[in-house]
């Protein structure tokens, strides 16, 4: 099936440092979503992009939706210790309403 | 404001026994979905459904079945557990709005299956 590669597969970093994470595909996608886990819970929804080029901002966390549609962003700026957990991407490609997942990036965020 | 709830949250179960994961929303969702996450794989779509009645195979479906019928439940039924099939298993529903599937999936807190 379809796969999403998403990198780095961790990272380590200290506290007040800025995150880049990415996901890439070699088919098109409409749609990219970023999604965080914490430790025993179900993915949360972060950041939804839905058009080629699209900057997307909540918070402290930007995501971007790659020009190609083949790739997406995330970024994470001045890290704390709660943004520890695992960030998903998710692409949807056009007319499924199915969603392929990136293996995930763990993020371990050191005080 | 219960969303997605997915019952039990841990079960052990021997080789061969059944069961049925209960997944449940409250937000008259079209779409449901059943993943499975394994260390190191992401998570993997085993079966969805595009409304009452209508349900589909994902990415890995074998050993399990799912039947929808009413929009707000979709169970999961594991007819003789395998140990392959120990995992944490995720129940998803979305929606469409404004004539674009925006497919925002909500996930529920997860089943983990430990099978012996």
């Known amino acids: 099936g379809q796969q999403l590669n998403q990198s780095p597969q961790s990272m380590f970093i200290q506290e007040g440092e800025d995150v880049s994470m990415n996901c890439t595909s070699s088919?098109?996608?409409?749609?990219w979503l970023w999604y965080k886990q914490d430790p025993g819970e179900g993915p949360v929804l972060l950041i939804a992009?839905?058009?080629?080029?699209e900057l997307t901002s909540n918070g402290r966390l930007t995501a971007q939706f790659g020009i190609t549609r083949k790739d997406s962003f995330l970024n994470i700026s001045a890290s704390i210790p709660s943004d520890v957990g695992i960030y998903f991407c998710?692409?949807?490609?056009?007319?499924?309403?199915?969603?392929?997942f990136g293996k995930g990036t763990k993020l371990t965020v050191n005080p | 404001n219960a969303g997605v709830t997915q019952t039990p949250k841990f079960q052990v179960l021997k080789t061969g026994q059944s069961m049925t994961l209960q997944c449940a929303q409250d937000?008259?969702?079209?779409?449901m979905s059943w993943y499975r996450q394994d260390p190191g794989m992401g998570l993997r779509l085993i079966h969805y459904?595009?409304?009452?009645?209508?349900?589909d195979q994902g990415e890995v479906p074998n050993g399990y079945n799912v039947s929808r019928s009413t929009t707000e439940d979709f169970p999961l039924r594991l007819l003789s557990a395998a140990p392959s099939q120990t995992s944490v298993y995720f129940c998803?529903?979305?929606?469409?709005?404004?004539?674009?599937?925006?497919?925002?999936?909500?996930f529920g807190a997860g089943t983990r299956l430990s099978v012996l």
């Open positions: 088919s098109i996608f409409n749609t």
């Open positions: 992009l839905y058009k080629a080029g």
């Open positions: 998710a692409g949807r490609q056009g007319g499924s309403e199915k969603l392929v």
């Open positions: 998803a529903s979305s929606y469409s709005f404004g004539g674009v599937a925006k497919n925002i999936q909500y």
């Open positions: 937000m008259n969702h079209e779409y």
């Open positions: 459904s595009v409304g009452a009645g209508i349900t």
